[in-house]
């Protein structure tokens, strides 16, 4: 049996003779650095309940609370965004070459129970941590009805 032999490329290592071509060859090896984390961001999430209220707490660190909405429609709580990167990777004249924060557009969306009382959602963010309480309504105690 006869076996096709691959054919491969070959590579070339170009001479790294200056700074700046050693600037270009870091350059081209981080390349992607940006685009790797452009769009895959996804903040955590917690939800606590306790006897008188659901909490949840999403970490967006490194956002300002402009940078987020928070929705609710049909009884579904939404909280959605954008982590942009500053200053497209250059701030006081440095260039990054490796970033492993992420950044991108978000959206994370929570059903909540029937027992959620939607008009007393209340929301405060600090220190880069979103908490949101959401109370739960009093349960309504039985009454007895007569008949005639």
Do not use: C
Request: overall charge positive; cysteine-free; aromatic content about 8%.
């Amino acid at each position: 049996m006869l076996m096709k032999r691959e054919t491969r490329p070959t590579l070339t290592r170009q001479r790294l003779n200056s700074p700046l071509s050693l600037s270009n060859w870091l350059d081209d090896i981080f390349e992607d650095a940006f685009n790797w984390t452009e769009g895959t961001f996804v903040p955590d999430m917690n939800v606590y309940e306790t006897a008188k209220q659901f909490e949840v707490t999403v970490e967006l660190p490194g956002m300002d609370k402009n940078d987020f909405d928070i929705s609710l429609n049909d009884n579904v709580l939404t909280i959605s965004g954008e982590r942009r990167i500053k200053d497209q990777g250059k701030e006081n004249g440095r260039k990054y070459h490796r970033v492993e924060s992420r950044f991108g557009k978000f959206s994370r969306s929570l059903p909540l129970p029937n027992v959620a009382d939607t008009d007393k959602i209340e929301a405060a963010y600090e220190n880069g941590v979103l908490a949101i309480t959401i109370p739960k309504l009093k349960e309504k105690t039985g009454r007895k009805i007569k008949i005639k």
